[in-house]
């Protein structure tokens, strides 16, 4: 019975290492086709590779930490230099991060994640897209949850026209997922965008 219960630890372990490297793979390859093709195709691809990298870091999070609990501040913060890292434009930017110490389930901070990829990556890619400026990411504590914003003070909206694409659809479908709320602003100034979210800790429960 021991000698089962250590194997089946192992294989467990062997399978996570297993998972963790394809991601990276994907994620690898995936920025490696972005820095060759095409702008339409490269963005298609860098938000693909955007994606793929939120769920890696969740996947290493859940390792690192205390079952199903995960920290955010950690997370998001591997999130924020990764959107960075994949941007396909050399442009005049920076992402400023403010995130408290919060813990959260996994299905939760899965949400979060990739929430936080997509705000910032459409920040970059859309506000700041032929402009200088900044993009700030916070997470505040709340009686009940967190509080998640992004912003930016790019160029926003011209002329009340915006139209959200895929991106910010589903934002919309993981935030009622997992009982978010969501408001914005976009206009002449600049981008931002608040999710309000239960079931987010101060301290591991």
Do not use: K
């Amino acid at each position: 019975m021991r000698y089962t219960e250590i194997a089946g630890l192992d294989a467990i372990q062997a399978a996570h290492h297993q998972i963790g490297n394809s991601l990276q793979s994907v994620a690898s390859l995936l920025s490696m086709e972005s820095r060759g093709a095409p702008p339409q195709a490269a963005t298609i691809l860098s938000e693909a590779g955007r994606r793929v990298r939120a769920i890696m870091r969740l996947h290493q999070r859940l390792q690192e930490g205390l079952g199903d609990l995960v920290r955010l501040d950690d997370l998001l913060g591997d999130i924020c230099r990764d959107v960075a890292e994949l941007d396909t434009v050399d442009r005049d930017a920076e992402i400023r991060v403010d995130i408290h110490p919060l813990w959260t389930p996994s299905r939760v901070a899965s949400a979060l994640a990739m929430i936080t990829a997509e705000w910032v990556g459409n920040a970059l890619e859309h506000g700041l897209a032929d402009r200088a400026g900044s993009v700030e990411v916070t997470l505040a504590p709340t009686p009940d949850g967190a509080r998640l914003i992004v912003s930016d003070d790019g160029v926003g909206a011209r002329d009340g026209d915006w139209s959200p694409g895929f991106g910010l659809s589903l934002v919309s479908r993981l935030a009622a997922q997992v009982g978010g709320a969501i408001t914005s602003t976009v206009d002449g100034a600049g981008s931002r965008f608040e999710l309000v979210c239960p079931g987010v800790w101060s301290e591991p429960v």
